[in-house]
């Protein structure tokens, strides 16, 4: 069954370094999305992204946060600056469609510790 | 804006009984609803979607949940729980803003633990 991979699993960095965490969605889905999830706390929208753009975003996506689609393949979220409130479960998902009855698959998850 | 709650922070129950794990959601207009399961060390799992017609849905491993209006919930069901069934289960909601919603508003999860 096809699956969400991110690299790495585990991101250990020091306050105002730059960090990329990578994501390769389901290979034939066309939109995609970043959630975090600060530890005991919900699960949060970041942004969704289609086409090479952005459809949406959170008060949370600040313009310390970028994503790309780099290659055919692969999924990104950079943060420029990280800040000590960026400590979280990063979550990457994807899904076939746009539409609000689609599902939306998630990866396993890249912890981000900002030291 | 749409909310979802899920009030209890942990659901015990011994294996083979029943078991169920509360949700109740906000929205303007009609939800589309998700239950995801989450085990250690593992990104979020699908079970299952309430999208329209039968109020009784049935997803991935034995779960379905049932939607009712009304009450605005969807609870989880099990028939027979198992020990491997011990995870963190969350609910989530997306609902037609108008202007393109893709998110899921996600509840806090509720762990579910059981014992042999």
């Known amino acids: 069954e096809p699956e969400v991979t991110q690299t790495p699993s585990h991101q250990v960095t020091q306050m105002g370094q730059e960090v990329i965490l990578r994501c390769v969605p389901i290979?034939?889905?066309?939109?995609f999305y970043w959630y975090r999830q600060i530890l005991g706390q919900k699960v949060e929208f970041l942004v969704s992204?289609?086409?090479?753009?952005?459809?949406?975003k959170s008060e949370i996506f600040d313009d310390q946060f970028s994503v790309e689609r780099p290659d055919g393949s692969n999924f990104t979220l950079k943060i420029r600056s990280t800040k000590l409130e960026d400590s979280a479960m990063y979550f990457c998902?994807?899904?076939?469609?746009?539409?609000?009855?689609?599902?939306?698959?998630f990866g396993p998850g890249t912890r981000l510790t900002v030291l | 804006a749409q909310s979802v709650a899920q009030p209890e922070d942990q659901v015990n129950v011994a294996e083979g009984n029943p078991l169920t794990v509360k949700c109740t959601y906000s929205?303007?207009?009609?939800?589309?609803l998700f239950w995801y399961v989450q085990y250690p060390n593992r990104g979020l799992q699908f079970l299952l979607k309430?999208?329209?017609?039968?109020?009784l849905v049935k997803g991935s491993y034995g779960f379905e949940a049932e939607f009712n209006k009304s009450q605005t919930s969807f609870h989880l069901k099990k028939p027979s729980a198992l020990v491997s069934d011990s995870a963190l289960y969350f609910c989530?909601?997306?609902?037609?803003?108008?202007?393109?919603?893709?998110?899921?508003?996600f509840g806090k999860g509720t762990k579910l633990s059981v014992r042999p």
């Open positions: 998902a994807s899904s076939a469609g746009s539409d609000r009855t689609d599902t939306q698959y």
């Open positions: 290979s034939n889905h066309l939109y």
């Open positions: 992204f289609y086409n090479n753009e952005i459809s949406e």
């Open positions: 929205v303007s207009g009609n939800p589309y």
């Open positions: 309430y999208i329209t017609g039968d109020n």
């Open positions: 989530a909601v997306r609902a037609y803003s108008g202007a393109g919603s893709y998110q899921l508003t």
